[in-house]
């Protein structure tokens, strides 16, 4: 079975510093790789995905991520944040197989100090 | 636009009485999940549906149930038999065409339940 581990549930950074959220995943077969994030009181959001072809996708707000299939990561990275970041950050896993269920990490909250 | 509409965004019950969430989407997804929410735990699977008339208990169904009568509602109840049922709760749903298929699930902006 698949699973995914976000090795931060906190990260503190300062306003305009770079920051990377760790997630490794697990699984015998190929996946689908997601980041999500997540504002208070608010549902889910997709910040960028990876299905196939290049390794580093870019997402929204100036995120982007390198799946690492040898390392079996999907680090999470920005080079200068902004306070309007703070957030939960939530890595996700999904199998090739149709009707799959995507798995989520345990979720990284981002707090950006001034 | 299309989207998830869960409703209310808050709501107050008092212990032992049964509570019904609101999750509706005119995506034309076919799958509809319902996840529940505490701080520092992450997302929970409840239920989900892969297709009308048909659902299947995730990882933390006891005192929950479903009904998904139309493709575009997955109504979620919280029976009295929940015991901690305070939380904030998060519906989804994706799609199986193959056609369109993105992969990823599309989230309502959740409702807050509070057992007082």
């Known amino acids: 079975a698949q699973s995914v581990t976000q090795l931060d549930s906190q990260v503190p950074v300062f306003e305009e510093a770079p920051v990377e959220l760790r997630c490794n995943y697990s699984?015998?077969?190929?996946?689908?790789l997601f980041w999500y994030v997540q504002y208070p009181n608010q549902g889910l959001q997709l910040l960028l995905k990876?299905?196939?072809?290049?390794?580093l996708v870019k997402g929204i707000n100036g995120f982007e991520a390198e799946f690492n299939k040898s390392q079996t990561s999907f680090h999470l990275r920005k080079p200068s944040v902004h306070i309007s970041d703070t957030a939960e950050y939530f890595c996700?896993?999904?199998?090739?197989?149709?009707?799959?269920?995507?798995?989520f990490g345990s979720g990284t909250r981002l707090s950006i100090r001034p | 636009d299309g989207g998830i509409t869960q409703s209310p965004k808050y709501l107050f019950r008092k212990e032992g009485q049964n509570v019904t969430l609101s999750c509706e989407q005119n995506?034309?997804?076919?799958?509809m999940y319902w996840y529940r929410q505490d701080p520092g735990q992450g997302l929970r699977l409840i239920y989900y549906?892969?297709?009308?008339?048909?659902?299947q208990k995730g990882d933390i169904a006891e005192g929950y149930s479903v009904s998904r009568e139309k493709k575009e509602s997955f109504p979620l109840t919280v029976t009295s038999a929940q015991k901690n049922p305070t939380a904030f709760y998060l519906c989804?749903?994706?799609?199986?065409?193959?056609?369109?298929?993105?992969?990823?699930?599309?989230f309502g902006s959740g409702t807050r339940l509070t057992v007082v």
């Open positions: 989804a749903s994706s799609t199986e065409d193959r056609a369109t298929l993105d992969y990823g699930y599309t």
């Open positions: 990876y299905l196939s072809g290049s390794t």
């Open positions: 996700a896993v999904r199998l090739y197989s149709s009707a799959s269920k995507i798995i």
């Open positions: 549906s892969q297709i009308v008339n048909d659902f």
């Open positions: 995506l034309n997804h076919d799958a």
């Open positions: 699984s015998s077969v190929s996946v689908y």
